[in-house]
C-alpha cells in the first residue's frame, strides 16, 4: 500500500522565519501530509535545522558567540513558531546531532567507493584586504545570468542558478565589506555528477508529466546536455570533517550533507518512537514509498538534481517521487527583508490575529506557479469575506437557529435524503474534485474548493429561508437545517489538512457520532456516510458561538 515521506527544506539556523518560509516549504507540506493522513494513507513528515555553512558562520561571528550556541537558539526559536502554527513533523532534527554526522559519513565514504567524489584544483575568490578565502556566502555580487545584485556564492536568490561565485560581477567581500578581490587556486573535494548523466536523465524524464511546469523544465534545461561537477568541499572552521585523513580539516559543503538531513532525521525518529521498522528497507527504498520534497525555487537544483544524483549513485535510496517547489511570496511586491524594514514578525501577527485567520490567508497565497504577495488588505478582505462570512457566519446562523427552535434535537427523520437529493449529488462531486486537487498538491485550487462549497451550503440556506419556513411549515424548516448541517459537518472535515482547529470545533458540535471511520469515509466523498451519522436526533454537544471572528486592521 503506498505510503508518503514528506520532507520541507531544513531550515537554516540564522534568523527568524517569516511567511514567505511558511508559505514557501512548511504550511504545503503540512497540509500535504495531513492531506494524506485524512484518507488513511500512512505519511511521515520529516525535517530539521540546517546547521552547518557560511551564512551561520556570519550570523554567529555579528552576535559574537560560538556557532553552537548560535544555532541552539535559532533551532529552538523555529520549533515553537512551527507548533504554535500548527505545522507539525514527526521529526524535527538537527544536522549537528552525531546521528547525522554518522548517516553523512556514511553517504561521504560510499559515494568517494563509487568514484563518483574526486579532487579537483580550482578558482576560489580571495579577499586582499582581511585575507579570507570567500566561498559561498562570504561573497556577494550581481548575478551574472539574471543580473540581480544581491546574489551570493553559493546561489541567486532572484533566478535560483546555482553560482560558480568566480563569475559574480563586482563581488564583494561579506566579512569586512571590500572589493579587492581576487582569484585563486585550491583543491577540493568535488561529486561527479558529469559521470552520472546517462542514468540521471533517464530517470528525470520519467517524471516528465508529474512534477510541475515550473520545475521540469527548469531542471531539464540545466541536464539536458551534461552535468558539471560540484565542489563538496570548504576550508572552513565549522561543519563536518571530511572523513579522509588526507582531507587536512576541510569541512563537507553545506548542501551536501543538509539533504542526508532528511534521512538521518527520519532514521532517528524510527528509534527513539521504537519503531521496528528500518529507515531504508520500509522507507526510503520500499516500492511502496513515495517521496515528495517540499521547498522553495532556489533550492530546485539541490533537490532535483544534485540529491537524487547522490541518491542513485550511492544506492542507499530512491530518488524523489515529486519536487513541488513553489515560487517566492513577497510582502506587498517586494522580497522579505528584516534588515530593509520589509518583514513582518510572525509570532506578533499570530497573537493578534490568531492562527486559523492567518493559515487560511497563507494557503490561498502559497506561490505555486508565480511569485505571489503578502498584502495586509489582502489579508482583511480573504479572512473577513470568505472565512468569516462564508464558513463562521453560515456555521453560527444555521446552529443557533437549530439549536434555538429544536432544544431536544432535530429529528433523524429530517436529515433523510440528502445524499440522494441534487443537492448532495452535486456536493459528492466537489468533494471528489477537491480530493484530486490535493493529490496533485494543487493546495490553493483546494482551498478554493471548500470555499466553492461553502458558498453553494450559503446559497441553499438562503433560498430556503428556514427563519421564514418555521412560521408555516416547521417540518420544511427542519428539513432546510438538517440538509445544510450536512454541508457544515462535510465542510469541517474538508477543513482539517487546512485549519486543523476550525475544522475541530465544527465537527465536534456534531459530537461522537462522527467517529474516524465516518470522517474519513466522507473526506474520500463517499457521502453514505452521512445516512449513518444522522440516523438519531441531533442535539449539538455545545452553545454554537462565532468560530471566526472579523480581522481589524489597526
Known sequence: MTKYLVTSALPYANGPLH?????????????????????????????????????????????????????????????????????????????????????????????????????????????????????????????????????????????????EPEKLIDPKCKICGSAKIEEVTVNQYYLMLSKYHRPYREWLESNKGRWRKTVYPFVDSLSKEDLHDRAISRDLDWGIDVPLPEANGKKLYVWFDAPIGYVSNLKQHLEESGSSDHYIDDWWKNSD?????????????????????????????????????????????????????????????????????????????????????????????????????????????????????????????????????????????????????????????????????????????????????????QEAAGRSIAYTSQYILVIGILLAPYLPTLSQKIVGYFGERVDDSSRQDIYLGELLALKKIFSTDLKLTSKPKVLVPKVELS
Open 289 to 473: 514509498t513515495r517521496t515528495v520534497h517540499f521547498i522553495g525555487k532556489d533550492n530546485i537544483i539541490f533537490h532535483a538534481l544534485t540529491f537524487p544524483v547522490m541518491a542513485m549513485g550511492s544506492g542507499f535510496i530512491t530518488p524523489p517521487y515529486d519536487v513541488p517547489a513553489n515560487q517566492y511570496l513577497n510582502l506587498a511586491g517586494k522580497q522579505f527583508s528584516k534588515s530593509s524594514g520589509n518583514y513582518v514578525d510572525a509570532r506578533e501577527a499570530l497573537d493578534k490575529y490568531g492562527v486559523d485567520a492567518l493559515r487560511y490567508y497563507l494557503i490561498n497565497i502559497i506561490p505555486e506557479v508565480n511569485d505571489s504577495s503578502f498584502t495586509w488588505e489582502g489579508f482583511e478582505a480573504r479572512v473577513n469575506n470568505e472565512l468569516a462570512n462564508n464558513i463562521g457566519n453560515l456555521v453560527n446562523r444555521c446552529l443557533k437557529f437549530l439549536d434555538k427552535n429544536w432544544p431536544e434535537g432535530l429529528p433523524a427523520e429530517c436529515f433523510s435524503g440528502f445524499v440522494e437529493s441534487k443537492e448532495g449529488q452535486q456536493l459528492q462531486d466537489e468533494v471528489r474534485e477537491h480530493l484530486q486537487f490535493l493529490d496533485r498538491v494543487q493546495l490553493r485550487k483546494g482551498i478554493e474548493r471548500v470555499m466553492a462549497i461553502g458558498q453553494l451550503a450559503n446559497n441553499f440556506f438562503t433560498e430556503c429561508a428556514p427563519w421564514g419556513q418555521i412560521k408555516e411549515d
Open 19 to 163: 511567511f514567505g518560509h511558511l508559505a514557501g516549504a512548511y504550511l504545503p507540506a503540512d497540509i500535504f501530509t495531513r492531506h494524506q493522513r485524512q484518507k488513511g494513507v500512512e505519511a511521515k513528515h520529516i525535517s530539521g535545522s540546517d546547521e552547518h555553512g557560511v551564512a551561520i558562520m556570519l550570523g554567529a561571528q555579528k552576535e559574537k558567540v560560538d556557532y553552537q550556541t548560535y544555532v541552539d537558539r535559532w533551532h529552538k526559536e523555529h520549533k515553537e513558531l512551527f507548533a504554535q502554527y500548527q505545522i507539525d513533523f514527526d521529526f524535527f532534527g538537527r544536522t549537528t546531532a552525531q546521528y547525522h554526522y554518522e548517516e553523512t559519513t556514511r553517504w561521504f565514504t560510499k559515494l568517494h567507493q563509487e568514484g563518483l567524489i574526486e579532487t579537483k584544483d580550482s578558482q576560489q575568490l580571495y579577499c586582499q584586504d582581511c585575507k579570507n578565502h570567500l566561498p559561498d556566502r562570504f561573497v556577494e555580487g550581481t548575478c551574472y545570468k539574471c543580473k540581480s545584485e544581491g546574489a551570493r556564492g553559493d546561489e541567486c536568490p532572484h533566478c535560483g542558478t546555482w553560482i
